[in-house]
């Protein structure tokens, strides 16, 4: 047998009653008076310690603006929710809520405002929100798809339409370069959506089978229960899948101005790394 210590008892903590109307699985209080759902605070570090990450290549690197605000606002629900998960209080739990609402409002204005005029730009800022409050799980899906069929009619040779302009040489060149980045992006897209899934599958199962998990936490301990935590997972894999979107949106912008040669995507393990869009030399001049 491993060794391991007993779990306290649940208690009552700093922050008063709860007044949040959703309490995961994980039992209140049980190691600090100051955090209502320890590993569920914790488990938020993956969100602070990307958005960090995103942030710094976004500065250092030029990215559009909008990937900024984007990963600021990734850095916000990542803040929002430790603050929720700390406190089980209504107020934060809005915080966590409409933080991840505003970062796909980002997300589509990124999408569907390139390229457009600035009054279009105006109009798309204001009106999105207020439906994404009532569509919200229907327009990630409608974000996700539309950039895939971006990429595929932008990157896929056999889609796109051949610019007479250039040589069969240098044709052939672009061809090779774009069918690179296209499987690249789907791998991204895979294992993103895979963590998701996953993700959504965790999270279902500590909602249904609560009662029985809370019981085998308490059997084998800790820090073994830990592993257990299904909502601390969740905030993991989801953290990966939302980092992956937005350095996929930064790539693919570039690929709709015409830019691939002055990126690559940094990424040198599949899953002991987390990409992101670097500049490269080219023509002398370095992004």
Excluded at 27 to 47: G, K, Q
Excluded at 66 to 76: C, E, H, M, Q, T
């Amino acid at each position: 047998m491993l060794p391991s210590a007993p779990y306290p008892p649940a208690g009552t903590g700093y922050w008063g009653p709860v007044t949040s109307t959703i309490n995961w699985c994980e039992e209140d209080y049980y190691a600090t008076i100051y955090s209502a759902e320890i590993v569920n605070t914790i488990t938020n570090l993956m969100f602070v310690i990307l958005a960090w990450k995103g942030i710094a290549s976004c500065v250092r690197y030029g990215h559009d603006a909008v990937f900024l605000v984007g990963f600021i606002s990734y850095l916000v629900i990542g803040v929002g929710s430790m603050l929720f998960h700390s406190t089980l209080i209504y107020p934060m739990q809005l915080l966590d809520e409409l933080a991840m609402i505003y970062l796909m409002c980002i997300l589509v204005y990124a999408v569907f405002s390139h390229r457009k005029t600035p009054l279009a730009r105006i109009l798309i800022a204001p009106l999105y929100p207020v439906f994404h409050q009532n569509m919200f799980a229907l327009l990630t899906t409608v974000v996700v798809l539309r950039s895939m069929w971006i990429m595929e009619s932008l990157l896929n040779p056999t889609r796109r339409e051949r610019d007479g302009k250039i040589d069969a040489v240098e044709q052939k060149r672009r061809d090779e370069r774009d069918e690179k980045i296209l499987r690249t992006m789907w791998r991204m897209n895979y294992i993103g959506l895979s963590y998701v899934a996953i993700a959504f599958g965790i999270w279902n199962l500590d909602n249904i089978f609560c009662g029985t998990i809370r019981r085998w936490r308490r059997e084998v301990g800790l820090p073994w229960g830990i592993l257990l935590e299904g909502h601390g997972w969740w905030h993991i894999l989801t953290g990966i899948a939302a980092y992956n979107n937005l350095i996929w949106a930064i790539w693919l912008r570039y690929c709709r101005d015409g830019k691939q040669d002055l990126v690559e995507l940094d990424w040198p393990s599949t899953f002991t790394s987390m990409p992101i869009v670097v500049g490269v030399k080219s023509q002398g001049k370095e992004l």
